[in-house]
């Protein structure tokens, strides 16, 4: 079993959807939790991230961590064609530790 | 947030060859970290570049392979080593934020002949 699993896509969306995007992992112990927007031929972007449960917004982005399912899920509001990507999840155990990225989840938005 | 450079952008390399990748942050940090991301896969951390010591590499990838520099707080070098058609790949230097986020460089795309 993979530490952190994510639903590879790809997802096709209509402009102006929500899109929720998810990520299990199976270590309780993570901490840190983020996520990363990559467009093709590009590096990561980082987007949020977050150190507890809860939810964190900023603009039409927000992430949701559930510790207690050790689930975390990125939802995108009105999306737009410029948020077609690969959306990566990412967690960590300790403040200077490595990251552990999901496969990613290719996402479309079509106008 | 940082801002991060690499160089070179991409290249393309005979087997046997070496190539360093050069990544540069706009301000002191002091985690650093190269990536390795393999065609349609996620990334996968090589080793953490540390300031003043030894690189600390993970399971399956050796200092002989893929040496490290790390001279000051803004600047660190992946060499990849004897390369051959498996290590094509992009690899990618990441920098810690002060919340302990991470922020990446845009890439060195490699192809190896």
């Known amino acids: 079993q993979k530490e952190v699993e994510q639903d590879p896509g790809p997802l096709s969306v209509p402009e102006g959807a929500i899109v929720s995007l998810n990520c299990t992992y199976s270590?309780?112990?993570?901490?840190?939790f983020m996520w990363y927007r990559q467009y093709s031929r590009k590096g990561p972007e980082l987007l949020m991230y977050?150190?507890?449960?809860g939810n964190k917004e900023d603009g039409r982005f927000t992430a949701q961590v559930d510790k207690s399912s050790k689930y975390i899920s990125l939802f995108i509001r009105d999306s737009q064609p410029s948020d077609s990507a690969t959306y990566l999840c990412?967690?960590?155990?300790?403040?200077?530790?490595?990251?552990?990225f999901g496969t990613g989840t290719r996402l479309q938005v079509f106008p | 947030s940082a801002v991060i450079s690499q160089k070179p952008s991409r290249d393309i390399c005979q087997r046997g060859t070496s190539l360093t990748i050069q990544c540069q942050v706009d301000?002191?940090?002091?985690?650093m970290f190269w990536y390795r991301q393999q065609p349609g896969q996620s990334l996968t951390l090589i080793a953490t570049?540390?300031?003043?010591?030894?690189?600390?590499?993970e399971s399956g990838f050796v200092i002989d392979k893929f040496p490290i520099s790390r001279p000051n707080l803004t600047f660190s070098t992946l060499t990849v080593s004897n390369m051959s058609p498996e290590d094509s790949s992009i690899y990618l230097c990441?920098?810690?934020?002060?919340?302990?986020?991470?922020?990446f460089g845009p890439g060195t795309r490699l192809t190896v002949t």
């Open positions: 990441s920098a810690q934020g002060a919340n302990y986020e991470q922020y």
């Open positions: 270590n309780s112990a993570f901490q840190y």
């Open positions: 977050t150190y507890s449960s």
């Open positions: 990412a967690m960590s155990l300790y403040n200077t530790d490595k990251l552990i």
């Open positions: 301000s002191q940090v002091t985690m």
């Open positions: 570049a540390n300031q003043g010591s030894e690189a600390t590499y």
